[in-house]
C-alpha cells in the first residue's frame, strides 16, 4: 500500500462514502496529530455536501482507496506531452506485440502464420 500523500491525489473514502481530491497534508510539530483536508467531489452521502471539506485522520487512513488521475486537469502543453507519450508507448507496445508473434511464428516452424505477419504471399 502506498504511504505518501500528495496534493491533489483522488481518492475515495470508503467508511462515509465519498470522492475527493487532497488540498492539503497537515503536519503539525505533534505527530499524532496529522490529518489530511479532502476537497469532496462526489458523495452518496447526503449529509456530506460537495465541495465541503472534509478531514481524515490517519487512523482512518485503511479506508482510504486511490483513484486514477484524470489528464483533464493537465496544462495545454503537458497534455501534449502526455498524448504524444502515451501514443509512443501504444505504437511501440503493437510493434512488440507483432515482433513476438514474428518469432513464435518462426520458432513452431509456421510457414503460414510467419507469410500472413509478414505480409509475404502463403502459396
Do not use: W
Not at 6 to 30: A, H, M, Q
Request: charged content about 30%; overall charge negative; aromatic content about 12%.
Amino acid at each position: 500500500m502506498r504511504v505518501g500523500f500528495f496534493i491533489g491525489d483522488p481518492i475515495r473514502y470508503t467508511l462515509l462514502g465519498y470522492e475527493g481530491k487532497i488540498t492539503s497534508v497537515v503536519y503539525p510539530n505533534d505527530a499524532e496529530k496529522n490529518y489530511l483536508v479532502v476537497q469532496v467531489t462526489k458523495s452518496d452521502d447526503p449529509t456530506i455536501a460537495v465541495g465541503s471539506i472534509q478531514h481524515i485522520s490517519p487512523e482512518r487512513y485503511e479506508h482510504i482507496e486511490f483513484l486514477s488521475y484524470d489528464n483533464c486537469d493537465l496544462y495545454m502543453k503537458e497534455r501534449e506531452d502526455f498524448n504524444l507519450y502515451t501514443t509512443f508507448l501504444e505504437r511501440r507496445a503493437k510493434e512488440d506485440s507483432h515482433k513476438f508473434l514474428i518469432d513464435q511464428a518462426l520458432s513452431k516452424r509456421d510457414k503460414r502464420s510467419f507469410l500472413e505477419l509478414t505480409g509475404g504471399d502463403a502459396q
